[in-house]
């Protein structure tokens, strides 16, 4: 019996929740507001954005780039030392620069924060050695962070030291090496760890990386300098070189160029 007379009252308590209410006052004042805007309302015009003019291909520097080697000699003396500031013995010919076994690596003279770099390589075409030991060089970011350079075409090596890698901390996404002897492109887009004032970690450094267009590092935070052996740890810096490794093979860098970002 009772459960007869609960049925007609649910039925009655489920109309009126389901009846359509009025709106309230703040329902139309909302609809007033929104009334109100245009399009307009979110568009902003100023400071308009600064023009850059693009190279001809992808790989041409943009107007605002600064090149630090166009395949000259004259640039390469105006842009690069060796590790001490002195003028380095790698050589110049043929539109690049090719490291000179035990010479040492290189620096760049102008010292930098957040870039975007372009950077052309090229591996020798006469295969020599293996894993490691197979076309090795390195872009140390600011000095101390290495996007490794190797020969990784059909030559297995630790994945997170392979070409592509920061090494020894990020493995490449995929192997996008051509092959020896073929000249390959870097384009990376790094910004400087921030550091607080007691020298502690306040942002890590964080790096994109193109190979060749094809995407090997997505937006990775750096847990430090890239070391050979051990654990990576920062030491706080400032504005700092671009700097090529000399690892006893003959490596050769075509175009650089960066944009300060
Ligand atoms: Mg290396």
Request: hydrophobic share 35%; aromatic share 10%.
């Amino acid at each position: 019996m009772k459960k007869l007379l609960l049925i007609p009252a649910l039925l009655l308590a489920f109309n009126v929740i389901a009846q359509k209410a009025e709106p309230t006052k703040e329902e139309f004042a909302k609809k007033e507001e929104l009334a109100k805007m245009k399009p307009e309302m979110t568009e902003f015009w100023d400071p308009e954005v600064a023009v850059v003019t693009p190279g001809q291909l992808p790989s041409d520097p943009p107007s605002d780039a600064i090149i630090l080697f166009d395949g000259t000699q004259e640039s390469f003396n105006a842009n690069w030392t060796n590790s001490k500031g002195e003028p380095s013995g790698w050589t110049v010919a043929d539109h690049c620069v090719t490291v000179t076994k035990g010479t040492g690596g290189i620096k760049s003279k102008m010292e930098l924060m957040d870039f975007q770099l372009h950077i052309e390589w090229r591996t020798p075409a006469e295969v020599k050695g293996e894993s490691q030991g197979r076309g090795n060089s390195g872009i140390f970011l600011q000095g101390r962070y290495e996007l490794q350079v190797l020969d990784n075409y059909e030559n297995r090596t630790y994945r997170n030291g392979q070409a592509g890698s920061i090494y020894k901390q990020y493995a490449p996404l995929v192997n996008a090496c051509k092959k020896p002897g073929e000249w390959q492109v870097y384009d990376v887009i790094y910004t400087a760890p921030r550091f607080k004032e007691d020298g502690t970690v306040f942002s890590p450094a964080r790096v994109t990386v193109l190979q060749n267009g094809v995407l090997v590092q997505n937006n990775i935070s750096l847990f430090g300098h890239t070391e050979y052996i051990g654990i990576p740890k920062y030491a706080a810096h400032g504005a700092a070189s671009l700097e090529l490794q000399d690892h006893g093979n003959p490596v050769s860098y075509g175009n650089i160029w960066v944009r300060k970002l």
